[in-house]
């Protein structure tokens, strides 16, 4: 047997380990992203083996925490491919504004950037009063982050650009308040948003939706 083959099988094994202890459902995840974090984690923690490391996490519920954000893609950002979000503008908003009341899910929101974009977007097109946003994620570390709503404020210059190329004409600065190096999102953004933990490969969809988002989430 290769030592490829074993560590197929260590891998496995590491990921019904995370399902049977802690009810996450990795095992149709892509073998080779996972494998390769899984590999950067054995590095920071200085262990040999996917077996190691599989011992600590299914006796220390603190430490698959750390591992659970290292598993998930968490990479995001503000107007995302701007073009979507000018056609949410251009072409979903005016359907939206049909409804008295709209209820949209953002499903795999990382730390938020796209939830309080659709927020902006939403306010902009003097809908954000009738809208309830869901944004649920697996991650609890990014959920947390999500919550908080705070930003490098490093950021807000590419923010802005994609802003603008997703059709925004406000002054941008005007969402965030700077203080030293952070960005934090204006407290009323939230107001609407409902944030959850929630695993969209083993719990139930929880509403009906006019509009749900699943973006650079099924990698
Ligand atoms: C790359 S981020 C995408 C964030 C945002 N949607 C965007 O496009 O910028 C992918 C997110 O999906 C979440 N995710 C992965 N598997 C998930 C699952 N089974 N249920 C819910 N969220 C999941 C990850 O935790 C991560 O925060």
Known sequence: MTAVDVEAIELDLLVEAIWRRYGYDFRGYARASLARRVERRLALDGMETMAALQHALLHDASYFRRVMTD???????????????????????PRLKTYPYVHIWHAGISTGQEVYSMAILLREEGLYDRCRLYATDVNRTALEAAKAGVFPASKLQEYTAAYQ????????????????????I?????????FAEHNLATDAPFAEMHFVLCRNVLI
């Open 71 to 93: 598993l998930t893609v968490t990479t995001t950002e503000m107007f995302r491919y701007a073009p979507f979000f000018r056609a949410v503008r251009e072409v979903v908003a």
């Open 165 to 184: 190329a997703a059709g925004g004409r406000e002054p941008f600065a005007d969402y965030f308040t700077v203080a030293y190096d952070k960005a934090a």
């Open 186 to 194: 204006d407290e009323s953004l939230k107001e609407n948003i409902v």
